[in-house]
């Protein structure tokens, strides 16, 4: 066989599987209970909907524009009602503005190729969404943290990319109910980054994947729209805006979407032109029909579900956890995050639950860019009914108590 290894570009040895990916094939096995994919529940899929949505497509005379090759941009009426619909949270922008990719990972992707080059340092979260790491990976670029609660000044981060052959570039963050912790930045942090972002002269990246499934608490204003307010207008902010109507309508037809600067737009257009022309035309088609038709009353429904079973995984976790684990409590989203006691390996836990507990969850370690955290969890409840999660934590906590008597 021939060894192909040679003759790879040198990025594709930082490309590695995704623990997420691989952890989804369990779904298939009917004895585990998952919490393991940040997945939504099909049970939810507006399917009528999209039903009646390519009936009507392919009924009318719109089916031959639907079937045909489109604008890279994406399909105005979307694009319009993005518009509208990003303008009631404080982002007010021009269907211009709106740039519609493959889901919100082709979005990651493209950001990261436009502006990492090898050495290149990006500011995120530890830990942080794992789909972002892969994206951006392929860019050789270097992590640093970035940190909203401490004192770090905005000279330590470029000393510190400096030393590693490059310059900052961008902060990339999920604002409101984070994949994997489930945690909301407050009003003050993301005021923090908007001036540590001008300081350093980058962007900031917005993944607002789970914007609409707040379940409590106040609302705060996304970052691109606090940044509109402070500069004037769009075409004055650094932040881009990414979203997907993967949580909210269906991930199956893969459509997101980017909001951002007509500069950035006009990038993005040409990368889409060279990657793949345009997303698929008769999917955005549908998903425009079905979101001006019912989108706040889909959005409603999820949320009632979801919200039930966000409370009652956090119930059972107060039930059956030892008390030296501790876990956040998302206002919103689809994750929980647990920490264990030090010295716990979740991927070693991982391997014994599936053995003899039947439960999958998420091991902590591949969200932290420098591998570090082991005995973090990510827990998820959207797929998994209220009486599954009350059984899968009881499990679980069995599993954890026993580990942590044995290793005392």
Known sequence: MLDWEHIFATRSGRMRASEIRELLKLLDQPDIISFAGGIPDPALFPDVAFKEAYADIFSSAQVGSALQYSVSEGYKPLREWIARDVAKIGIDCTPDNVFITSGSQQALDYLGKLFLSPKDTALVTWPTYLGALSAFNAYEPNYDQLSLNGNRTPEAYRDTAAKLGGGVKFAYLSADFSNPTGETIDLAGREK?????????????????????????????????????????????????????????????????????????????????????????????????????????????????????????????????????????????????????????????????????????????????????????????????????????????????NAIRAAA
């Open 193 to 401: 980054l908007l001036a540590l972002a001008d300081e350093l002269d980058i962007a900031i990246i917005e993944d607002a994947a789970y914007q609409h499934l707040r379940y409590d608490g106040q609302a705060i204003p996304p970052i691109m729209a606090l940044d509109i307010a402070r500069k004037g207008g769009i075409e004055n902010t650094r932040t881009i805006y990414t979203g997907s109507f993967s949580k909210t309508l269906a991930p199956g037809l893969r459509v997101g979407f980017v909001v951002a600067a007509m500069p950035v737009i006009r990038k993005l257009v040409l990368m889409k032109q060279a990657a793949d022309l345009h997303s698929s035309t008769i999917n955005q088609i549908a998903i425009e029909h079905v979101a001006s038709r019912g989108f706040d009353a889909q959005v409603a429904k999820i949320k009632a579900v979801y919200s039930k079973r966000r409370d009652a995984m956090l119930a059972a976790l107060d039930k059956y956890m030892p008390k030296t684990a501790t876990w956040t409590r998302p206002e919103g989203g689809m994750f929980v995050w647990v920490t264990l006691p030090e010295g716990m390996d979740g991927a070693e836990l991982l391997a014994k639950s599936i053995a003899t507990e039947k439960v999958a969850f998420v091991p902590g370690k591949a969200f932290y860019a420098d591998g570090s955290n082991a005995n973090t969890l990510r827990m998820s409840f959207s797929c998994a009914d209220e009486a599954m999660i009350d059984e899968g934590i009881k499990r679980l906590g069995r599993l954890i108590s």
